[in-house]
């Protein structure tokens, strides 16, 4: 009964996607446990290449059944779009199945977060606006509603009445805009709830079912360690944990279960919206990587801020979710330069630390102390075998390795299935 998460470690576009294909080739159930459709997983295999926002990355395998969790928020239209989109490049989604529990993304959700975004001015969080952050703010408030309450129309319109008025009188008292139809919302949803009710399940029983007769779980993190609400560089963070304890609650499944927690780093870093990032490289060097690794977001086309591998916030990330190994993806974006950098520690306020702080101004004041290491200068993309990687890139990976606290099991040289180094077993 292997359970195996599949966790970013960064700032989120590890490249989870890739390696949660890879991996349910092996797996039977694959469960996507957090966030909405703010993130992007891109995919790229003998289907074609794929931007997924909610379908867990596993749907290319036939074997595998994949689950919406709980623990995420569900933009329907969005949904049903992807399932479209994924059926007419002919890939089978009979077996997608979402949690009646999954909160729903709502028009007043998206209105929201572009108002609050834009109310913010200069300090805007940078978010996704897809409405996911006043999503699960209302699902603490006990505001949501849920997928389940797709089930019972009445219901559905009961509930939404109630809410509704409150969040008109927010738009348009607040913020001076048009109010929402309640006629308009009810009848789109009662649509949308038409297309996903065959979907909608008791997902974590399921999960149980499958555990019990022995097969591979995988969970599908979404965003990343550094965007987590507690852990993260907050406020500039998401909403919803994407660490490996937030994998247990968003997919509906006891900690014991996890066998492995698999930590996706970048072999640099990268980070979309506000926030402070240590390492951010503002020259050309920053403008190379983002050029060469074409690294703009999947979700909203932003142009992604790049830097050198930060080994402290790495560390942290291992620490705070107990990482049992590791898979570094773009290795092969460092092909072309002579000379790579690690930032080892931060130099704070004339003290040199090696912890992630807590509070955002002072990891904002952190200046990286960096240790350098010879490039490679030649191709990667075409290795398969960690053995025929060049001695310094091997040595970059070594010193990742020591540095993040626990053994790399894969190394990806590209963005396709194939492209992949398998370095030690994960299980
Ligand atoms: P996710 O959100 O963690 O799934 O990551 P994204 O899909 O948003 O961003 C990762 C990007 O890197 C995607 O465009 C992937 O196709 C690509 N990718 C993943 N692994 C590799 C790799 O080893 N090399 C290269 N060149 N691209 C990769
Ligand atoms: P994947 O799963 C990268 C970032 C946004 C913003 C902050 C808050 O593809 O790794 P939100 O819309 O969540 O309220 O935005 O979080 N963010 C991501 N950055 N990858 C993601 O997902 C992200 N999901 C959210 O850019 O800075
Ligand atoms: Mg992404």
């Given amino acids: 009964m292997p359970v195996i998460a599949i966790i970013g470690a960064q700032w989120g576009d590890e490249g989870k996607g890739k390696v949660v294909d890879l991996l349910a080739q092996k797996a039977r159930v694959v469960v996507r446990f957090s966030g909405g459709d703010n993130a992007g997983h891109s995919v790229v295999n003998p289907y074609g290449e794929f931007g997924l926002h909610l379908v867990p990355s596993g749907i290319f395998s036939s074997q595998v059944v994949c689950i919406i969790g709980n623990g995420v928020v569900i933009n329907p239209g969005v949904l049903i779009g992807e399932i479209e989109q994924l059926n007419q490049r002919g890939v089978d989604t009979s077996r997608l199945f979402i949690s009646d529990r999954a909160n729903l993304i ?5 209105l929201l977060d572009g108002l609050e975004e834009e109310a913010r001015g200069g300090k805007a969080l940078g978010t996704t606006r897809k409405g996911v952050g006043p999503a699960f703010a209302d699902k603490a408030a006990r505001l949501g509603i849920r997928t389940g309450d797709f089930l019972d129309r009445e219901a559905l319109l009961e509930r939404l009445r109630s809410i509704i008025d409150y969040k008109n009188i927010i738009l ?35 999960l149980e079912e499958a555990l019990s007769r022995g097969e591979l779980v995988l969970l599908e993190g979404a965003q990343g360690t550094l965007l987590d609400p507690d852990f ?22 006891s900690p014991t279960r996890l066998t492995r927690i698999l930590g996706v780093f970048k072999a640099y870093c990268t980070r979309v919206g506000g926030g402070p990032m240590p390492t951010e490289l503002k020259d050309e060097t920053g403008d190379l990587i983002r050029e060469r690794a074409h690294e703009y977001g999947t979700t909203t086309g932003r ?41 080892v520690a931060y130099q704070l306020d004339g003290q040199k630390i090696d912890y992630f702080p807590g509070n955002v101004a002072a990891l904002a004041r952190c200046q990286p102390v960096y240790e350098e290491l010879p490039g490679w200068q030649a191709p990667t993309s075409d290795i398969r075998n960690y053995d025929q990687l060049p001695l310094e890139a091997r040595q970059y990976v070594a ?23 398998h370095k030690t077993p994960i299980l």
Wanted: hydrophobic share 40%; charged share 20%; net charge neutral.
């Fill in 106 to 110: 709502m028009p007043y959700h998206i």
């Fill in 172 to 206: 348009t008292k607040i913020y001076g805009v048009s109010p929402l139809s309640l006629d308009e919302v009810y009848a789109q949803y009662c649509q949308y709830a038409e297309r996903l009710a065959p979907y909608i399940r008791e997902t974590a029983i399921m």
């Fill in 232 to 253: 993260g560089t907050y406020p500039y963070t998401t909403s919803s944990s994407p660490l490996a304890g937030g994998g247990c609650l968003g997919a509906g499944l």
């Fill in 303 to 343: 142009p992604r801020r790049c830097g050198w591998f930060d080994a402290v916030a790495a560390r942290f990330s291992t620490r705070i979710n107990g990482f049992t190994g590791a898979a570094i993806t773009r290795l092969d974006i460092l092909d072309i330069l002579p000379r790579l950098k690690i930032c």
């Fill in 399 to 421: 010193r990742l390795e020591e540095l993040i606290a626990c053994p790399v099991n894969l190394i990806c040289v590209g963005p396709e299935r194939e492209q992949t180094i």
